[in-house]
């Protein structure tokens, strides 16, 4: 198992109750094929933008209620009506893969985290929005959550989205560290690198941490499943730095006996968090 934001949708989970699978199913179907328009494939640029402009105006066809649309949407019109869920989230998601398709950078962690506000944070919003547990604090939580694990996912995909003209490491930082280009595609794994990447595993680590009592809050199935996340995102940090770092030779993945270890630490994250907020 790797980490990715859309693959956090507990589509197949057995902790995800059986009332909510369609929806969720409806909602993941969205997002992940409007991001395979962005990504997959090898269209133009102008065809993607095609492609994902259609998904905006059949967002504007739900919101007119209107029954001519391809059954992919009709399926998420019916779990908008039926949950009341916000449109926005739904077009924040579409306004981050436009983005994927003519952004291949960013100059600032600021530029990059407002790409994760619109391309992760609705996930957990619409969950939440599912389980009627949209409060200001769980939403800030959430957002925490996962702007960490997309920032998680760009951490270990360093090399994969080189391959693909982008560079999700922020260009201020990589100045900073002494860090250039010529580092990622020469796989080079230096002081300097190891130097960088430190500190943007431990800035993500600190972002987890700080949405984490969020899955203590939750209540139930709910609450187990998003500590399982939460210890995934923090397993894979946690593999980036046994690696010493270097992602192009070892990207990290999530076996069995990491399992153990994130079910074990899910069990005892309301003693560990308190333990780190004392110490804090």
């Keep these: 198992m790797s980490i990715d934001h859309y693959e956090n949708f507990p589509v197949a989970s057995v902790l995800l109750p059986r009332r909510l699978r369609p929806a969720v199913q409806a909602i993941y179907a969205f997002a992940r094929s409007a991001d395979d328009i962005a990504d997959e494939g090898e269209a133009s640029a102008e065809e993607r933008l095609c492609g994902l402009a259609i998904y905006e105006d059949a967002l504007t066809g739900i919101e007119n209620q209107r029954t001519d649309l391809a059954p992919l949407f009709l399926s998420l019109a019916a779990v908008i009506r039926d949950y009341r869920l916000p449109i926005q989230p739904f077009r924040d998601l579409l306004s981050a893969f436009r983005q994927d398709v003519v952004t291949d950078h960013y100059e600032s962690f600021g530029a990059l985290l407002d790409y994760c506000r619109r391309s ?18 769980n939403l800030r939580d959430s957002d925490a959550i996962c702007s960490s694990l997309q920032l998680i996912n760009f951490w270990q995909d360093v090399a994969i989205d080189w391959n693909k003209a982008r560079i999700y490491l922020p260009l201020e930082d990589l100045r900073r560290f002494g860090v250039d280009e010529t580092h990622i595609a020469n796989a080079q794994v230096d002081d300097a690198w190891r130097a960088l990447m430190r500190f943007e595993v ?79």
Excluded at 120 to 137: D, F, H, I, K, Q
Excluded at 239 to 249: A, H, M, Q, S, T
């Design 120 to 137: 992760a944070n609705p996930v957990g919003c619409l969950m939440l929005e599912l389980y009627g547990a949209a409060t200001s604090a």
């Design 202 to 280: 431990d800035r993500a680590r600190t972002m987890m941490l700080a949405g984490a009592p969020l899955a203590l809050r939750l209540p139930g199935r709910i609450g187990w499943e998003l500590r399982l996340v939460v210890q995934g995102g923090l397993r894979i940090l946690e593999r980036i730095e046994l690696n010493g770092y270097d992602v192009f030779r070892h990207r990290p993945k999530l076996g069995p006996s990491d399992w153990l270890v994130m079910l074990w630490r899910a069990s005892r994250m309301k003693f560990s968090l308190s333990r780190m907020a004392h110490v804090g």
